[in-house]
């Protein structure tokens, strides 16, 4: 198949380019791929010798503002304010559907609207528009004020789907959810990306160009309009979306996926290795009966990942998670130059001691990855550098058996739920918003976030 690595499409129109990067990038030359064998790569951190970066200090148990529970550990000087608890009601009336997930966070004036994945099943649609109403997935919308540290209201926002895992926010102020998940619920297939606006309602209408797979996570490169997706397969592919109009992925587009070399590179239990400049291969059919993407694209050569999690684009680049890949088989973090095509593994753990199966993931305005961790035991929320270097910032210490505030939650240890939907506060990077998946809580962290690199 034809290398289409060198291509770049159009830049957006002049109107949409305050929202973007500056002008398209200027298309990469064609660079031939180099064996792993002859190439300058550098080796996996032995186990037990992990490269820890400069963080923000240990961590210490801190109550949250709104109730008075002890429900985090952060380093000194973070604060805290929860929201959105499952159950809660929201200001449509709907109680908050649980299984919060990914997220992210657009500025509208003096107020910050993020819209919230919620991970749930086949059900009754929570709220309107549905989808299908026999699905119990789908995105609410709440409102922050970043000067007051005050939570302002929620809503339901797109019903009707499944197991909205994570996504990604695009350039044009829009959120992109995906459905972790390949069936056909009621007559209906799942397994898509659905488009909600920063305020309002959401689109029920799936993108089917963009494929339909086990889907994660997206990151769009704001010079082209590109959108990198992953999948959660324990033999995923990472592909890339180039819109037929850059801006407007009702349009449809080509689904193509990233190969290493000329064939289906396995990358599952790479340490730290530069793959130099890849490639991209034809999916010829984004919309199949059957769960065929993956074997489409490795068929053309693509290359074989570990289950595909977070992504986030940010400081130029796309930042793509493996939870299960590395040489421990705990996790690897990857770097792609969208300009360049080049490719890398940033950072690979070395042990579950050091960073136990990460998941959702951001960037920070100050050029920091967070880590979102879906491990065992303790779960903990992660800082890395553009250097690789690895810290904890967050522990998850929700034990509600003591009580729950008056929250219709399970009076339960809730320290080992996943944390998911790291998002700064896109201005001023003030405040990091996240989740815990179970009992399903929102939080709003703030502190001295320029005494570290996040």
Avoid at 308 to 337: C, H, K, M
Wanted: aromatic residues 10%; glycine residues 14%; hydrophobic residues 35%.
């Amino acid at each position: 198949m034809a290398d289409t690595s060198a291509e770049r499409p159009t830049a957006f129109p002049v109107e949409r380019r305050g929202l973007l990067r500056g002008a398209a990038g200027v298309a990469a030359a064609t660079v031939a791929f180099q064996s792993l064998s002859t190439r300058n790569a550098v080796a996996a951190p032995a186990p037990g010798k992990p490269r820890f970066g400069p963080g923000y200090g240990p961590l210490r148990p801190v109550k949250d503002e709104t109730t008075g529970l002890e429900l985090l550990a952060l380093p000194r000087g973070f604060e805290y304010v929860t929201y959105g608890w499952t159950n809660d009601p929201m200001d449509d009336g709907v109680r908050t559907p649980g299984a919060h997930d990914g997220m992210a966070a657009f500025r509208h004036g003096d107020r910050v609207h993020l819209v919230r994945n919620h991970e749930r099943g086949a059900g009754d649609a929570f709220t309107s528009p549905a989808y299908n109403p026999a699905a119990g997935g789908g995105t609410t919308t709440l409102v922050f004020d970043p000067d007051a540290g005050r939570w302002l209201e929620s809503y339901g926002s797109l019903g009707g789907t499944i197991r909205n895992c994570a996504g990604g926010p695009t350039p044009w102020g829009t959120w992109l959810t995906c459905e972790e998940t390949f069936s056909t619920t009621v007559g209906k297939r799942h397994g898509y990306v659905f488009e909600v606006p920063s305020q309002g309602k959401g689109n029920p209408v799936p993108h089917t160009a963009m494929g339909r797979f086990n889907h994660e996570a997206v990151a769009v490169d704001p010079a082209t309009g590109r959108v990198y997706e992953t999948e959660d397969r324990g033999d995923a592919c990472l592909y890339r979306f180039t819109p037929t109009v850059p801006g407007n992925l009702a349009r449809g587009g080509r689904l193509e996926a990233l190969r290493i070399g000329g064939t289906s590179y396995d990358t599952r239990r790479d340490g730290d290795v530069a793959y130099g400049t890849v490639s991209w291969v034809p999916v010829e059919d984004a919309d199949p009966a059957q769960d065929t993407v993956r074997r489409q694209a490795q068929a053309n050569g693509a290359a074989v990942f570990g289950r595909l999690e977070g992504a986030w684009y940010g400081n130029d680049r796309i930042y793509v998670i493996s939870t299960d890949g590395g040489p421990a088989g705990q996790g690897q973090v990857f770097e792609l130059d969208p300009a360049t095509d080049r490719f890398r593994v940033l950072f690979a753990s070395p042990g579950p001691e050091v960073l136990n199966a990460p998941d959702n993931m951001c960037v920070s305005p100050r050029g920091g990855l967070v880590l979102c961790e879906d491990g065992g035991g303790t779960e903990y929320v992660h800082g890395l550098t553009q250097e690789g270097e690895i810290f904890r910032f967050a522990a998850n210490t929700v034990d509600l058996r003591g009580g729950t505030a008056g929250k219709d939650v399970p009076a339960a240890d809730h320290t080992g739920s996943e944390w998911a939907g790291s998002v700064f506060e896109p201005k001023n990077g003030n405040w990091l918003f996240v989740n815990i998946q179970t009992p399903g809580i929102t939080f709003a962290i703030t502190g001295p976030w320029r005494k570290g690199p996040l």
